[in-house]
Every structure is written in structure tokens, then in C-alpha cells.
């Protein structure tokens, strides 16, 4: 298993200090772009999409989760029960939950990258919303993708990952923890081309930018 942790640090040894490779100082904090939505609704696909699009501008950080490597199309870093509860207890989450028998934890290095000016991109769990507004406070923007329950029904059953009660059981959860136009949260309709979702992301983007100039 790779520490992410060591593996930055070693890499840092390696290369030599180079104002190309040295860290960016400022005194304007990073965005966490919050991705939230539920199972199916593309996610995993938009970010991926947002990490091939903005290479220089975006860091995506990988949640550490008690899931097994290559399990579901998160790109997540797979530990151990008892690393997890190790790390937690070290103090190495900025955020950390418990849903459908796993554990997930997000690390702090997310809080020295928001620190250094960085934005970051993070998928996120709606029951923990409340969670992240306290831990990163005005940086955080929350971004709900949105799709049809007949759209999310097809991509449910298309993937074929889960049985039918567990289908229902994820089209209920899409509609209790659905998240209304509340204040400070951004939506994206991604029913269609996953282009066209990365360009509403943009838009978000454009207008925080204009917001802070």
C-alpha cells in the first residue's frame, strides 16, 4: 500500500528546488470545490473530467477509505480498519465519517493545500455537508450533481453493481438526503454530456473568480 504522506515527501527530496517546484506562497486561500450527489449520478466521472480539464489549477484529493483498491470507480486509497483508526486517532483527518460499512476519512494535507493558495476538488458525502462547512468555513464551495431518478435508475442498473432492493434502497437515499438551492451551494445538471457538465463547473468557477475581483 502507498503512504501518500511519505511518497510527497520523497518525492520533494528528489527534485531539486527550482522555483517551478517550490511551494506557492499567498495570502489568498484555496477553494474545496465539494462535489455531492448521489450513487450513479457521474460523480466519479465528472471529476475526473474536472482533473483532466484544469491540470494546473486543480488538485484532486483521494479520500482514504476501508474499501478494497479498484472496488467501484473511485480512485481512493485503500487502508486497513486499523490503519484507518490509527490515523484518525493521530489527528492525520481533516474530515472523517462512517456510511454503508466503510470508513472514510479526508486527510489534512487538503487544509495545507487550501492554505498554500491551492483550489482542490473532493468528493464529498451530503450526510456530512454540516461537517465540511465547519472544517473548511467560507472556502468550501458545495457542488450537487443532479440527475433524473429515471436517469439514475439507468445507471444504476447499467453498471450492475447492485441488486434490485439495493437500487431502491439508493433511489430513496437520492431523494431523503436530496440537497434543496440552499445558499452557498452550486448545481450541475448531469444528465447529459459530461463536456457540458465540466463547462457549467467552469461557470462556477468564473463567477467566484468575478465575486473576488
Not at 482533473?51 to 483498491?69: K, L, Q, S
Not at 480498519?81 to 486517532?89: C, G, I, V
Not at 476538488?121 to 450533481?145: D, M, T
Request: aromatic content about 8%.
Amino acid at each position: 500500500m502507498i503512504d501518500v504522506l511519505n511518497l510527497e515527501a520523497s518525492s520533494d527530496a528528489s527534485f531539486s528546488s527550482t522555483p517551478s517546484s517550490m511551494p506557492r506562497m499567498t495570502n489568498t486561500k484555496g477553494k474545496l470545490y465539494y462535489i455531492v450527489g448521489p450513487s450513479g449520478a457521474g460523480k466519479d466521472t465528472l471529476i475526473d473530467a474536472i482533473r483532466a480539464e484544469f491540470p494546473e489549477d486543480i488538485i484532486v484529493a483521494h479520500r482514504y477509505i476501508t474499501r478494497p483498491f479498484g472496488a467501484g470507480g473511485e480512485n481512493h486509497i485503500a487502508i486497513s480498519e486499523t490503519e484507518y483508526f490509527s490515523r484518525q486517532t493521530k489527528g492525520l483527518f481533516a474530515m472523517s465519517w462512517q456510511a454503508h460499512g466503510l470508513c472514510y476519512g479526508v486527510g489534512v494535507e487538503v487544509k495545507s493545500w487550501l492554505n498554500s493558495g491551492f483550489s482542490v476538488v473532493l468528493n464529498g458525502s451530503r450526510a456530512e455537508l454540516n461537517q465540511a462547512k465547519q472544517c473548511f468555513g467560507e472556502g468550501l464551495v458545495p457542488i450537487v450533481v443532479n440527475v433524473s431518478l429515471e436517469v439514475l435508475r439507468e445507471r444504476l442498473e447499467s453498471r450492475g453493481r447492485e441488486s434490485a432492493q439495493e437500487i431502491e434502497r439508493r433511489l430513496k437515499r437520492a431523494t431523503d438526503f436530496a440537497i434543496a438551492s440552499q445558499q452557498g451551494c452550486h448545481h450541475i445538471d448531469n444528465s447529459g454530456d459530461i463536456a457540458h457538465s465540466v463547462d457549467q463547473f467552469r461557470q462556477v468557477r468564473s463567477k467566484l473568480e468575478e465575486a473576488k475581483s
